[in-house]
């Protein structure tokens, strides 16, 4: 049905006139066009004629049904005209594009800090306006209404008048036992519109649709990083205090937070609890497995555009593109050495702690990281099983033979200040300690700096006197053969 303009002025004069003529009978509501009214009753009877044929979820409007078959079909109609990324709704795609401008359009006047909606404005001013507040008179905690203080009392006395009747576990509010009560009946009803995963709890859904959208609410103030979660703000922020709370008992090194600390406990546990199904290799982390499991597939979706290389994870790429670019952003705080990956950093650190975890069960010989130990095990075996085709030289280690094959055909690692090139990256980066004339292996009783472990090992023989290389035609011994 399609109305001329002098009728429609004339309907728009009387709704002036009269107000709104669709009054709701259940509550004090009333609406301009009779359609809308007839969406609103839904809200009552809780009517949902608009039911989904793939999964056979109900909606009150046709316009809602739409939206979630989206999730079904992959249809992604609003896109981004700056970065080209799609969106099924367009409010996922309205709070996505204020990443590109920037735009807090919200202002507090009391303090100047701007928000993306009003919502969020009107929240924070409740902080400015103390006395409407609600205190705490046993730890001074403010609310904005009596009913939250009343709830935040039951903290103090330890009341938890809401229990569960499935298992018997009592709560201090009626949503926290809602929300417990979920875990008994399956139940997720915060679905993303966007990839169809369900949430119990609200707030780990408005998270989760941070994914879609891009928005990283949180930054921090000393250089600028954004995240998409308060918590991982917390932990960045520790990188630049330098504080390392958690302690290990076993050997006493010293980690930022504590699934850091748990990592590296599993070390000297040698605990494994994440197996390949494919192969049954066990590993200590679920990221370990995962880029193992990657051997299996040989899937790496990641190139480099600069050489073209390929990787299997993002964030190899980006250690990867250090090399090119020369950034080192990881620093010993002991020597000022810098490193393109926090993994080399850590192993670098083990010089000046002399920490070795890993130990031989054959001879006890310990050793800084899990990859020497291995080396080392192979020399009380004998077995080198990958043999060069060029010369008929076999290896341990299919690394050593593929570094050794680089004598035959190449040596790509250069030193950048006098050219000298090395079939190794260890090679390069002893040879370029002579240039910066880093020393960072120690002789405790003396002091004296060395480039390399085993021109220390030498020195320390000083110290003992001992001479281990006897000739066997004098009989004269020696510090070195």
């Known amino acids: 049905m399609s109305f001329s303009s002098e009728h429609q002025d004339c309907m728009l004069s009387l709704m002036s006139k009269w107000g709104k003529p669709y009054k709701c009978q259940e509550f004090d509501k009333a609406f301009d066009w009779n359609s809308l009214l007839i969406q609103h009753r839904r809200i009552h009877p809780v009517e949902k004629p608009y039911k989904c044929e793939e999964c056979g979820k109900v909606f009150s409007a046709h316009s809602a049904l739409s939206i979630h078959q989206r999730i079904h079909t992959g249809e992604k109609p609003y896109k981004c005209e700056e970065c080209g990324k799609a969106f099924s709704t367009r409010s996922a795609l309205y709070i996505h594009k204020k990443i590109h401008s920037g735009e807090k359009p919200y202002k507090c006047e009391e303090c100047a800090k701007a928000f993306y909606f009003p919502s969020l404005l009107k929240q924070h001013q409740r902080t400015h306006s103390a006395e409407n507040l609600c205190k705490c008179e046993e730890c001074g905690k403010a609310f904005y209404l009596p009913s939250f203080l009343k709830q935040h009392q039951r903290i103090h006395s330890a009341e938890n008048p809401y229990r569960c009747e499935e ?22 009803p915060y679905r993303c519109e966007e990839c169809g995963k369900a949430f119990r709890r609200s707030t780990y ?34 990188i630049h205090s330098g504080v390392k709370p958690y302690k290990c008992d076993v050997c006493g090194s010293m980690f930022r937070t504590s699934s850091d600390l748990s990592k590296h406990q599993r070390i000297h546990a040698e605990v494994k ?99 020497y130990l291995m080396r080392h095990r192979l020399g009380h075996s004998g077995e080198k099983p990958y043999k060069c085709e060029e010369c008929g030289k076999s290896y341990s280690y299919p690394s050593l033979l593929k570094e050794h094959q680089r004598i035959h055909s190449q040596n790509p690692y250069k030193c950048d200040i006098c050219g000298k090139v090395f079939c190794t990256r260890s090679g390069r980066s002893k ?41 066997e035609e004098c009989g004269e011994v020696f510090y070195t053969c």
Not at 171 to 179: A, E, V
Not at 216 to 237: A, D, I
Not at 324 to 348: A, Q, W
């Open 205 to 238: 859904f408005h998270q989760h649709q941070r994914i879609h959208t891009g928005e990283k609410p949180y930054q921090c103030e000393e250089c600028g990083k954004t995240f998409y979660y308060r918590s991982n703000l917390k932990g960045h922020q520790i």
């Open 431 to 471: 040879h370029q300690r002579i240039h910066t004339g880093e020393k960072p292996y120690k002789c405790e009783e003396c002091g004296k700096g060395f480039s390399t472990h085993s021109y220390l090992t030498l020195h320390k023989l000083l110290h003992t006197e001992e001479k281990p290389y006897k000739w």
């Open 167 to 188: 298992c018997g576990k009592a709560f201090s509010y009626p949503s926290t036992l809602k929300q417990h009560q979920r875990i008994h009946s399956g139940e997720k």
């Open 273 to 371: 609890l994440y197996s390949c199904e494919e192969c049954g290799k066990a590993f200590s982390t679920h990221s370990y497995l995962i880029r193992h499991k990657l051997g299996h597939s040989r899937e790496k979706p990641y190139k480099c555009e600069e050489c073209g290389k390929t990787f299997c994870y993002p964030s190899i790429l980006k250690e990867h593109q250090r090399i090119h670019s020369g950034v080192k952003p990881y620093n010993c705080d002991i020597c000022g050495s810098m490193f393109r990956t926090r993994s080399e950093l850590s192993k670098h650190q083990r010089i000046h702690a002399e920490v070795k975890l890993y130990s031989c069960e054959e001879c006890g010989k310990a050793f800084s990281t899990h990859s």
